[in-house]
């Protein structure tokens, strides 16, 4: 099992920027993801980074705005975003899985979140 820990969430206006953290422990992992669910929403994909190498994926919503990166010293990801907007308004989770994939069943280990909230 992979431990998650996130961090960086909270209140920004439309236009600001936040950065994610999620930092991880425990079995090794060949990717992580960062995936966000607003209220009433299903859980959806945002990014994925493979754990070595260059592979990074992003959903079409956040592509341009958002950059997902690693250190592997520190074991830790993540997740710049950029021209935030209101519709970026979720809880936003980081998962270990073995491959970069955009599924959300492809991963197996989750933090426990960390709210966004952009405001207009």
């Known amino acids: 099992q992979v431990q998650l820990v996130e961090s960086g969430g909270g209140l920004v206006q439309a236009g600001g920027s936040l950065r994610l953290s999620c930092v991880a422990s425990?079995?090794?992992?060949?990717?992580m993801g960062w995936f966000r669910q607003a209220l009433g929403n299903e859980r959806e994909f945002v990014a994925t980074i493979r754990w070595r190498g260059d592979f990074t994926y992003y959903a079409d919503s956040v592509k341009g705005r958002f950059t997902i990166s690693r250190d592997n010293a520190k074991n830790t990801v993540y997740l710049q975003m950029n021209s935030l907007k209101p519709e970026d308004t979720a809880v936003y989770y980081c998962?270990?899985?073995?491959?970069?994939?955009?599924?959300?069943?492809?991963?197996?280990?989750w933090g426990q979140g960390t709210q966004v909230t952009v405001s207009s």
């Open positions: 425990g079995r090794t992992f060949n990717a």
């Open positions: 998962a270990a899985g073995l491959a970069p994939y955009s599924s959300p069943a492809k991963y197996d280990d």
